[in-house]
Nanobody, 124 residues
Framework: QVQLVESGGGLVQAGGPLRLSCVAS????????FAWFRRVPGKERDLVAV????????AYADSVKGRFTISRDNAKSTVYLLMNSLTPDDTAVYYC?????????????????WGQGTQVTVSS
């Protein structure tokens, strides 16, 4: 059983950066692909970024491409989401998710484990 704990959320002004972290425990970190999703109240959870378990592939939603970067540090069992040029539209609860699949999927159902989420609020 893998446990995921996100951190790094908070209030930031538009245009600013923020880095989210997701620490994994209870499993072999390098055996998992990871994703970041986000949810706005009243809407479904949307995929933001994914990274493969062998760290050879990363992909992004069109809305964050060029602004967000997903990365992983196997030695620290941590996945990061560096967010730059934030806008109020990025305000959401951000969730970390893990799957043992070699290539991460785009659907919530592709992921076995989830964190509790961290709130990101971007002020204009």
């Amino acid at each position: 059983q893998v446990q995921l704990v996100e951190s790094g959320g908070g209030l930031v002004q538009a245009g600013g950066p923020l880095r989210l972290s997701c620490v994994a425990s209870g499993g072999t970190f390098s055996s998992y692909s990871f994703a970041w999703f986000r949810r706005v109240p009243g809407k479904e959870r949307d995929l933001v970024a994914v990274i493969s378990r062998n760290d050879t592939m990363a992909a992004y939603a069109d809305s964050v491409k060029g602004r967000f970067t997903i990365s992983r540090d196997n030695a620290k069992s941590t996945v990061y989401l560096l967010m730059n040029s934030l806008t109020p539209d990025d305000t959401a609860v951000y969730y970390c998710a893990a799957t043992p699949r070699l290539l991460p999927g785009r659907l919530e159902s592709d992921y076995h484990y989830w964190g509790q989420g961290t709130q990101v609020t971007v002020s204009s």
